[in-house]
């Protein structure tokens, strides 16, 4: 993991008039675990969406190990080693749990033996506590449940770096222990994880580099504590009382 | 009830239900090779269960492509016939590629390498159709798939010089058998084959890593190609495959094993929500459950072009009879229709699935997941996250 490199130029994305993205830069070169934070609407899922392939940007670049990825369709992004979770759940319902771990997990890596990706996807659905509910349809889980089944999806991609959207909404607080543990463990095999979350006892809790987007720009980036007294933040964001 | 129990147990404890299954369909298949040689049973018979076949392959394809894959083409009936016109105008014309410098002439073409072109055909149009399809999900694709069989059947209709118009075109016949009895057994045996062929070929897909990636496209394509499946491949794939399928099936059946010439009214709008009908009660999430669904609704709807209803109590008709004969017509349709909706009210998986689960043994895991099920995580956080 130590040729991680994802580096984004200047990223930028309209919505009509609407400057949803004003110029984003940043470089992540080590598993790190870094914060996304910022009001509602300032553009976290937006530029999740560029970085993963979903929207293309209006200009601006985005590389990932040397490959150019913005632009380029999600599954292509996925298989340059970019993973990302939805901010509203997006299990594919009509499928059991082990089938929505075996489709990342065959996509991936077409010549693995079913049984081998079987055996995988259960320490997985293990470590994410839903091993039970293995041959349960996906539509019949709860939704913190659903949460943590697209957590585990994500690691059947092996990616170098994860994004979570908003992984701690809505979610039952024992639920979100075990969220924790899992960006933990999954931090600690040597994979960065940007996490986008209005949860600050976790962003700060968790996070070892912390960026902040208002109206569509990155307004601070770097070590929590630093952003945390950071005059452009408390102005723009923390002073005020948080909406979630 | 209390004798199903015994019966489920016993077989539970026996050879299990998924033996049973594959015992019932050897059991099936033998029934169907067996058939033919019935010698009280007519040719017209074998002829309602040669189109049988015929739409079960339509059918389970369909199924294929509209239930496993999501991707509900009215366009089906459309490619079968473009499978057979390029057949029949091929075994016709010939064939001349300018750019090629290829020349085929009718003479040096057999009915067989007719029917080759004929699927290739299909699945090319099959490709674009797939590509041009693309970005438009649900109805859009419903309606754009309508408009183009549509158009395809008008063009047909039309241009009567080539295609014969309303009085069809006729291809060249696969078989050239004189005795007309031995000449439905081979047809039979014929268009069976061809079935069994392609519910292999269909079962193998499905239970490819491509039939997991064309159901998780049919789930969700966005969160299929965040998974890393490519999405536009496999949409492309999947109409072209079953493009040609049909096409392939359209091409046999229409050279003169089945009838003796495709019409335009053959690809109507009517006849294509007859296939889809057949798979929906069926159960269009299964291959086995439309293939049979079709089959059984044929034989059921010739069946019932005349009906001998006894009269009980000893009554008798104005003329003296005790038996009366109901020609239901049209309204055979009508009645079918009835069984549709009721099965897309109550029965959304068809009305074969809950045979079709008891034997896969499915209902069994589930039952037993749901129990072990925890009741963690309180309502109203599930609700919260459903609510985002
Ligand atoms: N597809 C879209 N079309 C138009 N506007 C959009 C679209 N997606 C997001 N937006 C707008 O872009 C802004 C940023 O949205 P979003 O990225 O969802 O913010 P966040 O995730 O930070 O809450 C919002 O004003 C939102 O309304
Ligand atoms: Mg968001």
Redo the contacts between chains.
């Keep these: 993991m130590s040729d991680l490199h994802l580096e984004l130029n200047n990223v930028s994305k309209r919505f009509g008039g609407l400057q949803a993205v004003d110029h984003v830069s940043f470089t992540v070169t080590e598993p790190e675990l870094i914060g996304m934070i910022g009001p509602n609407g300032a553009g976290k899922t937006t530029l999740t969406n560029l970085m993963?392939?979903?929207l293309k940007p209006s200009s601006g670049t985005i590389y990932l190990n040397g490959r150019r990825i913005d632009g380029h369709?999600?599954?292509?992004v996925?298989?340059a080693g970019l993973?990302?979770t939805?901010?509203?759940?997006?299990?594919?319902?009509?499928?059991t749990v082990m089938?929505n771990m075996?489709?990342?997990g065959?996509?991936?890596n077409?010549r693995a033996g079913r049984a081998d990706l079987e055996a995988r996807a259960h320490e997985i659905l293990t470590l994410l506590t839903i091993d039970?509910?293995?041959?349960?349809l996906s539509r019949?889980l709860?939704?913190?449940?659903?949460?943590l089944l697209e957590l585990g999806?994500l690691l059947m991609?092996d990616p170098a770096v994860i994004i979570l959207d908003e992984p701690f909404?809505?979610?039952?607080p024992?639920?979100q222990d075990t969220i924790t543990n899992y960006i933990n463990r999954v931090h600690e095999n040597g994979k960065a994880i940007m996490f986008i979350s209005h949860n600050m006892g976790a962003v700060f809790e968790l996070s070892q580099r912390l960026i902040v987007l208002h109206h569509g720009a990155v307004i601070a980036d770097g070590a929590p504590q630093a952003v945390r007294n950071d005059p452009a933040v408390i102005d723009a964001y923390l002073g005020h009382d948080e909406d979630d | 009830m209390v004798v199903f129990r015994r019966f489920e147990s016993a077989i539970d404890q026996g050879i299990g239900r998924r033996k049973l299954g594959y015992l019932v369909i050897v059991l099936v298949v033998l029934f169907f090779l067996w058939f033919p040689n019935d010698t009280s049973q007519s040719n017209y018979t074998k002829t309602v269960f040669i189109s049988g076949f015929f739409y079960a392959i339509m059918s389970s394809s369909w199924a294929l492509l509209a239930g496993i894959a999501g991707q509900f083409s009215f366009g089906h009936m459309a490619f079968m016939g473009i499978g057979a016109y390029a057949a029949g105008l091929i075994a016709r014309d010939g064939i001349t590629f300018a750019l090629l410098g290829v020349s085929i002439s009718p003479e040096s073409i057999s009915a067989f390498g007719s029917i080759i072109i004929g699927t290739i055909a299909a699945g090319a149009v099959g490709l674009v159709i797939g590509w041009l399809l693309l970005r438009l999900r649900a109805a859009y694709l419903a309606l754009f798939t309508i408009a183009f069989s549509e158009l395809f059947r008008i063009m047909m209709l039309t241009e009567y010089d080539y295609t014969g118009g309303s009085n069809g075109l006729s291809l060249r016949p696969l078989l050239q058998i004189a005795d007309v009895d031995a000449a439905r057994q081979v047809e039979y045996y014929l268009m069976f084959g061809l079935l069994v062929v392609c519910l292999l070929a269909l079962y193998w897909v499905a239970n490819s890593p491509i039939g997991l990636f064309l159901r998780a496209m049919r789930e969700d394509e966005d969160a299929a190609s965040a998974l890393g499946v490519n999405v536009v491949r496999y949409k492309i794939l999947v109409f072209v495959f079953t493009s040609m399928i049909v096409g392939f099936a359209g091409a046999i059946f229409y050279s003169d094993v089945g009838s003796e010439r495709i019409i335009p009214e053959q690809l109507e709008i009517l006849q294509m929500s007859l296939i889809i009908a057949y798979a929906v009660i069926g159960g269009m999430e299964s291959l086995i459950g439309a293939a049979a669904g079709a089959f059984i609704s044929r034989y059921l709807l010739e069946a019932m072009r005349q009906v001998v209803i006894t009269l009980p109590f000893g009554m008798t008709t104005y003329d003296g009879s005790d038996a009366f004969v109901w020609e239901p017509g049209f309204w055979r349709f009508a009645l079918f229709g009835v069984v549709m909706v009721f099965t897309l009210r109550y029965m959304r998986n068809g009305l074969l699935y809950p045979i079709i689960t008891w034997f896969s043994g499915r209902d069994i895991v589930m039952k037993e997941t749901v129990s072990r099920r925890e009741s963690d995580d309180n309502h109203a956080a599930r609700i919260e996250a459903d609510d985002e």
């Design positions: 993963s392939g979903m369709p999600p599954y292509d996925t298989r993973g990302r939805f901010q509203i759940t997006r299990a594919l319902g009509r499928m089938e075996m489709v990342p065959l996509a991936h077409p039970h509910l293995t041959n349960e019949a709860s939704g913190g449940q659903r949460k999806r991609l909404a809505g979610v039952h024992r639920l």
